[in-house]
């Protein structure tokens, strides 16, 4: 969840990676949605995942900082394995039992 400015200072987009709202009781329905519906959980956390990793993970800004450094253009570092991130994640990725 996040505020259009954010979700566009961060690159994401509605439906896709993250849910957008700029009126708090909107945003406070969004959140309601979001808890009610674990396809929709999945699909943002899985998204939001990809979307953090290619933009904001160590490995991919060291790659940009390299690539400035050398004069070439930036590539992304390869995804990780997301089997693996979501046996170690408690907090994008719960069975819906874990809810209070």
Do not use: C
């Not at 969840?1 to 009126?23: F, P, T, W, Y």
């Not at 930036?74 to 874990?98: G, K, Y």
Request: glycine share 6%.
């Amino acid at each position: 969840m996040a505020s259009s400015i954010a979700a566009e200072g961060m690159q994401l987009r509605h439906k896709k990676n993250i849910l957008v709202a700029d009126d708090p009781d909107v945003m406070a329905d969004q959140i309601v949605r979001l808890y009610g519906d674990a396809g929709l959980w999945l699909q943002l956390s899985l998204n939001g995942f990809e979307a953090f990793h290619t933009k904001f993970s160590e490995a991919s800004g060291t790659a940009k900082v390299l690539a400035i450094f050398d004069g070439r253009t930036p590539v992304v570092a390869a995804l990780p394995p997301i089997d693996a991130w979501i046996s170690r994640s408690h907090v994008f990725v719960r069975p819906r039992s874990r809810f209070p």
